[in-house]
């Protein structure tokens, strides 16, 4: 299997990502945002950090820039896009998947684990994959996702609801949501699922001595659903 | 603007100091030329008052590559690897500009180490604030973690250990202490010495702005009413611009075309220039006319003293201008050939084509002025006699309860979940531990990084609590398993000017250089602050010590965490119940005299040493260093972490119960055994006649003295994890 990790200035998460695609058996190239294509691939991902600085609105830069117009052609011909974090950030901005990110509720940047309950397994993210809950690992400051209620609407008519914020057992309750996203919304796929825009990090999870393992069950999944 | 000794003296400069720069000259200096003088023999650049004594610091060793006097040290952890690390101060900037103070003294400190070649892989941070009561204090506090936070995350480096203080000393003067370790090649290491003749002079970088002009300057003097007024003087930290910066070096230190290579950091463009020319022996010309410029009509003065943030100067190859450009291009970074290496062994500035500033170099270094400053010896206090009566009448629990939610003592989660810790994917060992530990990335090895200080202990006696940091220093890396190898040192003190504080620096010093050459845990980097005062109030001495350790196989790393019910735990080292300027002495029975905790070297050197042996034969599962609020506050920290509890014994001998539970006695660690490992343990223990107490056996959920002295662990959680967030949300 083939991916391809962005890298815009500002990136910081984008070796951490090649890292742990590369273990889990991707063949990973790194590709600069200034250049026009894409490598062939199955899987591109737009890692975390904070590309341009994200003085503007995050993500904003880095969803005009070169690349993004070959990464947008690539989802909208049914490619897997996945953004992670600041990822996610420039994915809403590109309009690829609904909504917005706003600041973190209690205005503070938050690095911790949480638990996120897999809404929908019938994507090639999460189809087969066993548990129902997974722990993870956010480090953001604007993950509060929102969206109009029309578009709340829209978006749970059509099930594109990937993963909530939850305690161990899976429970969705407000008390669980580490930013005071809308229905504690982690992550969103658009319309086809193909493309999946998520605020935790499972590339910081591929090992014990790390935060935990649950990114590797993520990841092993993710190969053998594109295979 | 004419220049005379008033000019000096707004500078900074004291009337002798200006009559020597005239005499080195033979003439008055122009005013680009005095701004020069004023930034490099100030207190921040020059060292003045501290040099004499700094150089009787251990500074060699055989894993030192590079020991103070570079940009950062650097130590050998095999196998070609190094890790190059700092601590540096900027605490004058973080008490007038919180977020831009603190968020710039981490940008600086990521500079010096990735000037060396080095990709920082971790940061940490040493930061004390006044009374919780004082009105500053929240909105400093906010403002500094804030700070710390949004220049570190940006940049993608971990936070992964930290010491968070509160005292009344530090009302008027906030101590922001930032530390970053680098990994590097050992044959790829960047130094700051020029070498040969016209050779290239180049900047990159951000552009050169009005900010932060005479930076230096204001952090070597204390501060009065004006402070609001020192503003100007704090620099404007650009993380994004630093990471490109980042990334930009590196690609270039791949290749080999760099001669010289320094970051532009207190004192900007002047110390940076010079700094190059002295090592190498050589001048150096500079066009200012080709220096980036943020805004127009900036005079020579103000470029050569801005402190804008994010540059850096280069020493080339001859030709590789192009190659290099191209790099800095791809970065959307500035790029230019600002001057060239000289033999007139002078600094030569060009302005409108007209020579603007003419000095030999070594009048700015080696002529600088260097003073042995008076001070005083500090007397031992003599001991307090507690009563044991009064003792009598707390109870271990009430008291432990306090303790656990003392500003010093809580949980400090509040602050270090803003600071993205994990980012790289090798952080295996967080901040709230003894020591934070990150892997060598591709490795089997780590590297464990931890920040001390002990200002009551400094302030009761200079040279017993300049040990003490440093031996606190070596047993918070030896409780994870990491052997100790080097340290780097922030000098926090009031000022030199006064005997008493001069004093205190002289033999905390003395203290430190005492322990490192005994423990063979040289100092490779440091930095000085003095002048830490508002008007005559000055801080407690504060040496804040950032120790780095090795730990071969990072699958023998040791968590403080409690592991599994019916474990036997110790304490390893001789308990005497010393309760002077303990922290149950200080806040609970409101006694601040008497002497710190008496030092004993061997026995540091000895028990730590032990206990590493015993963790590399697989035989401790868990560890912690005993030290603010003593045994009993160190066992319910891993009671917190474990989340289990413990049947604790009483004291077998003589001591009273309070200072058996409460008394900071150093040298001691909390270790935890598996019961069939236990003879094993003590034998070792004994052979090696390490004094040692067997302190009780884990169980699921209580911290169980006797029927009437015991408390759940739900409760100490709770004691100790409520005080800062509710501080910080009211």
Redesign the interface.
């Known amino acids: 299997m083939k991916s391809s990790v962005i890298t815009f200035?500002?990136s910081?998460?984008d070796?951490?990502m090649d890292?742990?695609l590369k273990k889990f058996g991707f063949k990973n190239k790194m590709v600069w945002h200034n250049d026009a294509e894409l490598p062939k691939s199955d899987l591109i991902v737009l890692p975390?950090?904070?590309s341009?600085?994200?003085?503007l609105r995050c993500g904003s830069m880095a969803s005009k820039s070169k690349i993004m117009k070959s990464v947008i052609n690539f989802a909208n011909s049914g490619g897997m896009v996945m953004g992670i974090c600041n990822g996610f950030q420039i994915l809403v901005e590109t309009g690829l998947v609904p909504g917005v990110l706003l600041r973190n509720k209690y205005l503070?940047?938050?690095?911790?684990n949480i638990f996120v309950k897999i809404n929908n397994k019938t994507n090639r993210y999460f189809n087969n994959i066993k548990n129902n809950v997974l722990e993870f690992?956010i480090?953001h400051?604007e993950g509060n996702y929102f969206c109009t209620q029309d578009q709340l609407k829209e978006i749970e008519d059509n099930d594109q609801v990937a993963i909530n914020y939850c305690d161990k057992n899976g429970k969705v309750e407000e008390h669980f949501n580490p930013n005071g996203s809308i229905k504690n919304i982690a992550g969103i796929f658009n319309k086809e699922k193909n493309v999946l825009g998520m605020m935790p990090?499972p590339?910081?999870m591929?090992?014990n001595?790390?935060?935990g393992e649950d990114g590797s069950i993520f990841f092993n999944n993710l190969i053998n659903n594109l295979k | 603007m004419i220049v005379n000794e008033q000019v000096a003296i707004d500078h900074g400069l004291k009337k002798d100091e200006y009559a020597k720069i005239c005499e080195l000259l033979k003439r008055t200096p122009n005013i680009t030329e005095l701004g020069i003088f004023s930034a490099m023999w100030n207190e921040h650049c020059s060292y003045k008052s501290s040099r004499l004594h700094l150089k009787k610091l251990p500074t060699k060793g055989k894993k030192v590559i590079q020991g103070p006097g570079e940009n950062a040290g650097v130590i050998d952890i095999e196998d070609n690897d190094a890790i190059v690390f700092k601590i540096e101060s900027h605490n004058h900037p973080s008490f007038i500009e919180p977020y831009q103070g603190a968020a710039t003294g981490v940008g600086g400190i990521m500079r010096d180490v990735f000037t060396m070649g080095a990709r920082p892989i971790a940061n940490l941070n040493s930061i004390h604030f006044g009374s919780p009561q004082h009105k500053k204090t929240k909105n400093l506090l906010r403002g500094v973690v804030h700070g710390i936070g949004g220049y570190g995350n940006c940049m993608g480096v971990p936070t992964v250990a930290g010491q968070t203080s509160f005292d009344s000393s530090y009302n008027g003067n906030i101590l922001v202490n930032a530390m970053t370790l680098g990994l590097v090649k050992k044959d790829k290491i960047f130094y700051s010495k020029a070498a040969g003749l016209d050779k290239p002079v180049i900047y990159v970088g951000s552009k050169t702005g009005r900010d932060g002009i005479h930076g230096a300057s204001m952090a070597s003097a204390s501060f009065d009413d004006k402070i609001e007024e020192k503003k100007p003087t704090v620099q404007v930290g650009d993380p994004f611009t630093e990471k490109l910066l980042l990334e930009a070096c590196l690609e270039l230190m791949a290749g080999d075309s760099i001669i010289a290579i320094q970051d532009m950091g207190a004192a900007g463009l002047t110390s940076s220039s010079i700094e190059m020319a002295s090592k190498g022996n050589l001048g150096i010309e500079i066009n200012l006319n080709k220096v980036p410029c943020r805004e127009s009509k900036m005079t020579p003065y103000e470029i050569m003293l801005s402190e804008s943030q994010e540059r850096m100067l280069i020493v080339l190859e001859n030709g590789k201008e192009k190659q290099a450009k191209k790099i800095f291009d791809k970065w959307n970074l500035d790029f230019a050939v600002i001057g060239k290496t000289t033999n007139s062994k002078k600094i030569q500035l060009y302005f409108d084509e007209e020579m603007v500033a003419d000095i030999p170099v070594n009048t700015l270094v080696e002529n600088s002025p260097m003073y042995d400053r008076k001070w005083k010896k500090a007397k031992l206090p003599k001991k307090n006699k507690i009563k044991k009566e009064e003792l009598k009448n707390f109870k271990i629990i009430d008291v432990l309860k306090k303790i656990l939610a003392n500003p010093n003592i809580c949980s400090k989660e509040w602050i270090w979940q803003q600071y993205d810790h994990t980012v790289m994917g090798d952080t295996i060992q967080k901040p709230g531990g003894d020591a934070g530990v990150v892997r060598v990335h591709g490795t089997n090895k780590a590297v464990a990084a931890s920040v001390d200080s002990s200002a009551v202990y400094c302030w009761a006696h200079p040279l017993t609590g300049g040990k003490q940091v440093v031996c606190e220093s070596f047993r918070n890396l030896i409780a994870v398993g990491a052997k100790p190898i080097a340290i780097t040192n922030c000098l926090n003190f009031g000022s030199p000017e006064n005997e008493e504080n001069m004093g205190e620096f002289v033999e905390c010093v003395q203290g430190i250089g005492e322990a490192s050459e005994y423990l063979k845990f040289p100092v490779v980097s440091g930095n000085v602050s003095f002048y830490n005062q508002t008007k005559d109030e000055g801080i407690k001495p504060t040496p804040a010590i950032g120790g780095v350790g090795l730990i071969k196989d990072y699958n023998k790393m040791i968590t403080m965490d409690f592991k599994e019910i019916n474990n036997v735990v110790l304490v390893i080292g001789k308990t005497e119940g010393h309760l002077d300027q303990t922290l149950f002495a200080r806040n609970i029975l409101d006694e601040k005299n008497g002497p710190p905790p008496e030092i004993n070297l061997f026995n540091e050197k000895n028990n730590g040493e032990t206990l590493l042996k015993l963790i590399e034969s697989n035989l401790i599962k868990s560890a912690h260093d005993v030290s603010l609020g003593g045994i009993v506050t160190a066992v319910a920290k891993m009671c917190i972490k474990g989340k289990k509890g413990i049947n604790l014994n009483k004291p077998k001998y003589l001591i009273n119960e309070m200072e058996y539970f409460f008394g900071e006695d150093q040298g001691r660690y909390i270790i935890e055994v598996g019961k069939k490992d236990l003879k094993k343990v003590t034998d070792i223990l004994n052979k090696n006649a390490v004094h040692f107490d067997e302190l009780g056996t884990i169980n699921e959920n209580e911290l169980y003295i006797d029927d009437k002295t015991k408390v759940t662990i739900d409760e100490l959680i709770s004691s100790n994890t409520k005080w800062l967030s509710d501080y910080m949300s009211n």
């Open positions: 200035p500002g910081n998460c070796r951490d890292v742990a975390g950090g904070f341009y600085g994200d003085y503070e940047f938050i690095c911790k690992h480090a400051n990090h590339e910081r591929i090992d001595c790390l935060s």
